[in-house]
């Protein structure tokens, strides 16, 4: 199906949320610049969040010669779907529309599509499509491969007439506990459970996964993938990553000037991503255990799930006392910041994170320890990996970020200290920063992954 130059033309269909976009947006930017691909992207309109459809315009500006699409929703009443998720919700309204797709990808015909790179959320409504057109079909799977591990053998587990103990043992990897799943895995009823188990089923039927990690820090994991130990038949796992942050994404906050004047690694940054609002009480323990870690901060806090219906400032959630003592030793913001300018500045030297996916490949990026504090989904089993690769510690009894547990703020400020001044921590933490930059030099495997993922389109 592809051009006579064997140039492929490839359209993206990312899902809803930022750890979901930027990935597939910088992905896109790779295809163009170093690979010479026609592109065109189709983006789901309206979005959940503002940070989406800025990132969407400013992504369209700096690359005029990529096509857009819209990918207008069908009227969705959420009353329908088990969920409460603003994001989990709009993922089920691009799925019942997923029929419009096929004549907005039958109208791309100059040249033909060569295939169409979707995201694992969205990917048993829309292989449907591609099927009927036989368009080939790749998923891109925006978290660690041992969460894709998780995935594909989710079905596998549910078969078994074993109930799960204290741990369970997907095939070709060390026993992963109970406690790492997700939470909402235990309600089958759930929307998010429902769709989960649906992608999970139609992975074999694509084409190849593309996945945002490396080799050398997922290797165990994803020969086990592509042995077909985990899943007989499971198509091609492709590591590309990490997907290197661009151009675009930048923007500068004259707040951020305040790291020039810190020491080298001695200032601790903390956020949990983009979607992640701590409850009041957690947000203030975690102001005090900050101020009491001793160490210089840039605190990114969010108040709720989606950045349109922030609404209160920083003394209201606070409380004035707290605000003044935060203030004193560091930096908090409420908005949106360019989190790849601060993990990449030389004052930060460490990182209090969700461990979104993102997040950990961006650390990664730039040789920055992690101290995990997973709050929903995959991210305990992505701390995991941190944790094994070395760069990254994990406090097990934090709980999920659901306010069922509070954590103290004498113990949070304990664990920053611990990890701020751990030298075998920062070393490892540079390692997997050389390794994460060999995968992505011209012959690096995942520069190779993407090669190959290439010469598959061009074969089809
Ligand atoms: N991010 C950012 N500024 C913010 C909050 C988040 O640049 O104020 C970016 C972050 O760098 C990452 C993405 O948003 O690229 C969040 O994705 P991740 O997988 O880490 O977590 P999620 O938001 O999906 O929970
Ligand atoms: N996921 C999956 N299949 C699905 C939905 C999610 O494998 O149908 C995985 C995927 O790795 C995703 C993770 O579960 O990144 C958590 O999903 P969620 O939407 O909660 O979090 P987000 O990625 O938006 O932070």
């Given at each position: 199906m592809a051009d006579s130059d064997n140039i492929p033309h490839i359209a993206l269909l990312?899902?809803?949320?930022?750890?979901?976009?930027?990935?597939?947006?910088?992905?896109a930017?790779?295809l163009v610049?170093?690979h010479n691909c026609k592109l065109t992207l189709i983006?789901?309109?309206?979005?959940?969040?503002?940070?989406?459809?800025?990132?969407?315009?400013?992504?369209?500006?700096?690359?005029?010669q990529i096509t857009?699409k819209?990918?207008?929703?069908?009227?969705?009443?959420?009353?329908?779907?088990?969920?409460?998720?603003?994001?989990?919700?709009?993922?089920?309204?691009?799925?019942?529309?997923?029929?419009?797709?096929?004549?907005l990808l039958s109208s791309l015909s100059s040249p033909p599509l060569s295939a169409l790179v979707?995201?694992?959320?969205?990917?048993?409504?829309?292989?449907?499509?591609?099927?009927?057109l036989?368009l080939p079909?790749y998923?891109?799977?925006?978290?660690?491969?041992?969460?894709?591990?998780?995935?594909?053998?989710?079905?596998?587990?549910?078969?078994?007439?074993?109930?799960?103990?204290?741990?369970?043992?997907?095939?070709?990897?060390?026993?992963?506990?109970?406690?790492?799943?997700?939470?909402?895995?235990?309600?089958?009823?759930?929307?998010?459970?429902?769709?989960?188990?649906?992608?999970?089923?139609?992975?074999?039927?694509?084409?190849?996964?593309?996945?945002?990690?490396?080799?050398?820090?997922?290797?165990?994991?994803?020969?086990?993938?592509?042995?077909?130990?985990?899943?007989?038949?499971?198509?091609?796992?492709?590591?590309?990553?990490?997907?290197?942050?661009?151009?675009?994404?930048?923007?500068?906050?004259?707040?951020?000037?305040?790291?020039?004047?810190?020491?080298?690694?001695?200032?601790?940054?903390?956020?949990?991503?983009?979607?992640?609002?701590?409850?009041?009480?957690?947000?203030?323990?975690?102001?005090?255990?900050?101020?009491?870690?001793?160490?210089?901060?840039?605190?990114?806090?969010?108040?709720?799930?989606?950045?349109?219906?922030?609404?209160?400032?920083?003394?209201?959630?606070?409380?004035?006392?707290?605000?003044?003592?935060?203030?004193?030793?560091?930096?908090?913001?409420?908005?949106?910041?360019?989190?790849?300018?601060?993990?990449?500045?030389?004052?930060?030297?460490?990182?209090?994170?969700?461990?979104?996916?993102?997040?950990?490949?961006?650390?990664?990026?730039?040789?920055?320890?992690?101290?995990?504090?997973?709050?929903?989904?995959?991210?305990?089993?992505?701390?995991?990996?941190?944790?094994?690769?070395?760069?990254?510690?994990?406090?097990?009894?934090?709980?999920?970020?659901?306010?069922?547990?509070?954590?103290?703020?004498?113990?949070?400020?304990?664990?920053?200290?611990?990890?701020?001044?751990?030298?075998?921590?920062?070393?490892?933490?540079?390692?997997?920063?050389?390794?994460?930059?060999?995968?992505?030099?011209?012959?690096?495997?995942?520069?190779?992954?993407?090669?190959?993922v290439i010469?598959l389109c061009n074969?089809m």
């Amino acid at each position: 199906m592809a051009d006579s130059d064997n140039i492929p033309h490839i359209a993206l269909l990312p899902s809803s949320g930022m750890g979901h976009l930027t990935p597939f947006l910088r992905l896109a930017a790779s295809l163009v610049t170093n690979h010479n691909c026609k592109l065109t992207l189709i983006t789901i309109q309206p979005t959940v969040s503002l940070s989406e459809s800025q990132l969407i315009s400013r992504f369209l500006s700096s690359f005029p010669q990529i096509t857009p699409k819209e990918f207008h929703l069908l009227p969705f009443d959420p009353s329908t779907a088990n969920s409460k998720d603003p994001f989990f919700l709009h993922i089920e309204a691009i799925r019942r529309s997923a029929h419009l797709l096929s004549p907005l990808l039958s109208s791309l015909s100059s040249p033909p599509l060569s295939a169409l790179v979707t995201d694992i959320t969205l990917a048993s409504a829309f292989l449907r499509v591609t099927s009927q057109l036989h368009l080939p079909n790749y998923i891109l799977f925006t978290a660690s491969a041992k969460m894709l591990s998780l995935c594909a053998y989710f079905p596998t587990i549910l078969e078994s007439s074993t109930e799960i103990d204290e741990s369970f043992q997907i095939p070709g990897s060390s026993p992963m506990p109970k406690s790492w799943v997700p939470p909402v895995l235990f309600d089958l009823s759930s929307l998010f459970t429902t769709q989960f188990i649906e992608n999970s089923c139609i992975m074999v039927e694509s084409n190849g996964i593309l996945i945002n990690t490396f080799e050398s820090l997922e290797r165990e994991t994803l020969e086990a993938l592509n042995d077909g130990k985990v899943v007989d038949g499971l198509p091609p796992v492709i590591p590309i990553g990490p997907l290197v942050p661009c151009e675009f994404e930048k923007s500068t906050s004259p707040k951020l000037k305040w790291l020039d004047g810190e020491q080298n690694g001695s200032v601790v940054y903390v956020s949990f991503g983009s979607r992640t609002a701590m409850c009041r009480e957690q947000i203030r323990e975690l102001g005090v255990g900050l101020v009491r870690s001793g160490c210089r901060f840039v605190w990114v806090l969010k108040d709720k799930e989606v950045d349109r219906e922030e609404e209160e400032n920083l003394e209201v959630v606070l409380g004035n006392e707290l605000m003044e003592g935060v203030k004193e030793k560091g930096l908090v913001l409420k908005e949106w910041v360019d989190q790849v300018e601060i993990l990449g500045h030389p004052s930060v030297g460490g990182f209090v994170s969700h461990c979104g996916w993102n997040s950990v490949t961006e650390a990664a990026w730039h040789g920055v320890p992690i101290l995990a504090w997973p709050q929903l989904g995959d991210q305990r089993v992505n701390a995991a990996v941190v944790e094994n690769s070395g760069f990254g510690v994990c406090v097990k009894n934090w709980g999920w970020g659901d306010g069922g547990v509070i954590v103290k703020g004498e113990e949070i400020g304990e664990m920053i200290r611990e990890m701020m001044s751990d030298e075998g921590l920062r070393l490892r933490a540079a390692h997997a920063r050389d390794e994460a930059r060999k995968a992505k030099e011209v012959d690096g495997s995942s520069e190779k992954g993407l090669s190959r993922v290439i010469e598959l389109c061009n074969k089809m």
